[in-house]
T-cell receptor
């Protein structure tokens, strides 16, 4: 079957760095997406990886290893507004996105 | 309109009633999707449409139907609502179906079936 695993909840301190991991097993692979979702709101796009390696975008970076079925999202210089859920999604062989349950990130002052 | 709109924002519905959730996008995206989001579970695809005039079944299509008469609108109908359909429903769209289909989401409809 298809499966996306990510931690349910993480806590970090304002100004610190946090890494959110995602492992996947899917039928085919057509890219990995990270989305941010604030409570009560819609998911919004953060990053996309289709080749192995690190993609950096400001305070956020995303890493992919296709051979290991593994990705992480790295958030630097954490701000209170980064408190949200972070969703990992993988494009399967039909180009449909398979979604993880999300990681709720709590930022403490 | 800018992006994707959904209506209603929230709804309480008696079991057995028929309900249509509306979704409209103004980005001229070819592909559109309906998801449900339940606590502790990832977004689950209900139905999708790769282009106007075509639709397909997702992971959890039972009890739901869709139509795609034009590019902009993609309504989701619950023919006879049941309590297990209580959820938050998100409509999404992407420029194309296929590789790099970054999806843009509407604000969601919170549906409670009693």
């Amino acid at each position: 079957g298809q499966n996306i695993d990510q931690p349910t909840e993480m806590t970090a301190t304002e100004g610190a760095i946090v890494q959110i991991n995602c492992t996947y097993q899917t039928s085919g692979f057509n890219g990995l997406f990270w989305y941010q979702q604030h409570a009560g709101e819609a998911p919004t796009f953060l990053s996309y990886n289709v080749l192995d390696g690190l993609e950096e975008k400001g305070r956020f970076s995303s890493f992919l290893s296709r051979s290991k079925g593994y990705s992480y999202l790295l958030l630097k210089e954490l701000q209170m507004k980064d408190s949200a859920s972070y969703l990992c999604a993988v494009g399967d062989s039909n180009y449909q996105l398979i979604w993880g349950a999300g990681t709720k990130l709590i930022i403490k002052p | 309109i800018a992006g994707i709109t959904q209506a209603p924002t929230s709804q309480i519905l008696a079991a057995g009633r028929r309900m249509t959730l509306r979704c409209t996008q103004d980005m001229r995206h070819n592909a559109m999707y309906w998801y449900r989001q339940d606590l502790g579970l990832g977004l689950r695809l209900i139905h999708y449409s790769n282009t106007a005039g075509t639709t397909g079944k997702g992971e959890v299509p039972d009890g739901y139907s869709v139509s795609r008469a034009n590019t902009d609108d993609f309504p989701l109908t619950l023919a006879s609502a049941v309590p297990s359909q209580t959820s938050v429903y998100f409509c999404a769209s992407s420029r194309i179906a296929g590789e790099y289909n970054e999806q843009f989401f509407g604000p969601g409809t919170r549906l409670t079936v009693l």
